[in-house]
């Protein structure tokens, strides 16, 4: 049967992952290409890069390491950060990335998402999505009940730095409508908390629109995987320090999956 | 593309192609494919008679490359296909989201070359709406999603996987190492 996926994000600035990475069998925790060799090896399921360069040298010098990448890890590789145009995917699919992901610039223009789905498939477009929940009620907004009383999410575009006041559950329908494949939600309070996935906000996506869900922000222990996986209809979950800082290795977490119950690939 | 990288990571000579000629000259070929079909046939319609008459050149296809061995396909109205393979290709229906995304389980149904090494059962990644169902005995694997799809179908020279071997990590490579043995024994009989 279709196995839930397991995907580390990678971090990448001007060509080196950046965050802590804390491997002893690396000879250098700072090439992606190395470490992605290593979660492979370890049974991710897919490799999303993140390019965090600020200048375009920096994203050229990314783009090279994925060129290296996709040369000897033959699992598929999403490349996103910094995508402004249909050219910029070109780049990325043309150095060997298998799905590109946008993110701040669909949501200032959209028909970024149309024409690069009409250009390139749908199966190559991921619409990144940034939310965070806004206790407020609203009946112009998708409202949903949780523990802390009921919420909106909001769109945050510029890395989760600005507030766009625009709906989080609209935009997803809107994106699916113009030919995103997947939807990789990130939780802005829950990224970074080691706290678990935010499962009403991942829920709500998964029952909203019927595109793959990727759910991110707040993996810490193995029984946040089991949750997201339980109680939403997620495809995947993404996660980064527990695997950087090696609390967890895929194998572990898999392993628990499998024996609660969930699909995975061995 | 992938499918080249992955060849050539195998140690195997690739050259990306739409001139029949070299085809011709090759050892080997592989149909790969993304996008939608009646645009993909248009662009090999050319070369309708080089894969359709291979002889005993191997042909792998994959993905979309599988469906457009087949006679027609349902994706954008009624498309005639290459024809190889008598059958038809429809789009998933029912109760399950599309496409079908993500690594799912191959169920050997036949013994070829291509599972040399690959135990019943493994994962491959897919990433397809659509899937073939043939009107001749070509199944070689099925995958369930819905329904029980033939994920490889094999007829004489020709072989095709609706998954991509190419991204399906250990056990992909070793699906197409065993298509490249397959090529250099045709190539020394």
């Known amino acids: ?266 | 593309m992938s499918i080249s990288k992955a060849l050539e990571h195998l140690g195997a000579e690739v050259a990306v192609t739409a001139d029949g000629d070299v085809i011709k000259g090759s050892d080997g070929a592989v149909l790969p494919g993304v996008g939608a079909f009646y645009d993909a046939m248009r662009q090999i319609e050319h070369l309708r008679d080089i894969i359709g008459g291979l002889e005993d050149r191997p042909l792998l296809g994959i993905c979309l490359g599988l469906q457009l061995l087949f006679t027609e396909s349902e994706e954008g109205g009624r498309n005639p296909g290459l024809d190889v393979i008598r059958g038809r290709v429809v789009r998933f229906g029912g109760d399950v989201k599309v496409p079908h995304m993500g690594w799912n389980s191959v169920h050997i149904r036949r013994d070829t070359p291509l599972f040399k090494g690959i135990r019943d059962g493994s994962y491959f990644y897919f990433v397809h709406s659509y899937y073939a169902i043939p009107e001749e005995d070509v199944t070689a694997a099925t995958t369930p999603y819905g329904v029980e799809f033939p994920s490889v179908v094999v007829k004489d020279n020709v072989f095709a996987t609706q998954f991509h071997p190419e991204k399906s990590g250990a056990a992909g490579l070793q699906l197409l190492r065993n298509y490249l043995d397959v090529v250099v024994n045709s190539k020394s009989i």
Not at chain 1, 1 to 9: E, F, G, Q, V
Not at chain 1, 227 to 252: I, K, M, N, P, W
Request: with cysteine; proline share 3%; charged share 30%.
């Open chain 1, 1 to 266: 049967m279709l196995t839930k996926r397991i995907i580390p994000c990678l971090d990448v600035r001007d060509g080196r992952v950046v965050k802590g990475v804390h491997f002893e069998n690396l000879r250098d925790a700072g090439d992606p290409v190395e470490l992605s060799r290593l979660y492979n090896e370890q049974g991710a399921d897919e490799l999303v890069f993140l390019d965090i360069s600020a200048s375009p040298r920096g994203h050229e010098t990314t783009l090279e390491t994925v060129t290296r990448t996709a040369q000897e890890v033959f699992i598929p590789l999403t490349v996103g950060g910094g995508i402004r145009s249909t050219e910029d995917m070109r780049k990325v699919l043309k150095a060997g990335a298998d799905k590109v992901g946008v993110n701040t610039a669909a949501v200032k223009d959209p028909e970024l998402i149309t024409e690069g789905a009409r250009r390139f498939g749908t199966q190559c477009i991921v619409s990144a999505i940034d939310a965070k929940r806004v206790y407020e009620e609203r009946d112009d907004r998708y409202m949903v009940d949780t523990p802390r009383g009921r919420c909106w999410f909001e769109v945050y575009i510029y890395g989760g730095r600005t507030p766009t006041g625009l709906d989080a559950v609209e935009w997803a329908r809107e994106v699916e409508r113009r030919g995103a494949g997947e939807i990789l939600l990130t939780s802005m309070d829950a990224d970074g908390t080691k706290d678990g996935f935010d499962i009403e906000m991942t829920r709500a996506f998964c029952t909203e629109t019927s595109l793959p869900v990727i759910a991110s922000g707040g993996a810490g222990k193995k029984e946040h995987f089991l949750e997201v996986f339980r109680e939403t209809g997620c495809d995947a979950a993404l996660a980064a320090s527990v695997f950087h800082y090696r609390e967890y290795t895929l194998q572990e977490i898999k392993s628990y999956l499998r024996e609660s119950g969930v699909a995975v690939r061995d």
